[in-house]
């Protein structure tokens, strides 16, 4: 009897987990909901001046496909 209620439960357990699991890797994803960084804040009155990014770790990865250190450098890259 011992053996049946320590398989139900591993069962019960591992299903649950797989559930949790697969239920994130299968969920569609809507990009459009996705907040847009505040580019206005980092673009320069002055065209002759190079902007300069903070050194923070916060990384923006694009739809294009490449990963930047941070906002500021995206919108350095998009302008």
């Known amino acids: 009897m011992a053996a049946f209620s320590y398989t139900t439960i591993f069962f019960l357990v591992s299903s649950t987990l797989a559930h949790t699991v697969f239920s994130e890797i299968f969920k569609p994803r809507d990009i459009n909901?996705?907040?847009?960084?505040?580019?206005?804040?980092?673009?320069s009155v002055d065209p002759s001046y190079t902007s300069q990014c903070p050194d923070v770790t916060s990384y923006v990865c694009a739809t294009n496909g490449h990963t930047y250190q941070n906002e500021c450098f995206f919108c350095v890259d998009q302008w």
Request: charged share 25%; glycine share 0%; aromatic share 28%.
């Open 33 to 43: 909901k996705w907040p847009k960084p505040p580019c206005k804040m980092y673009y």
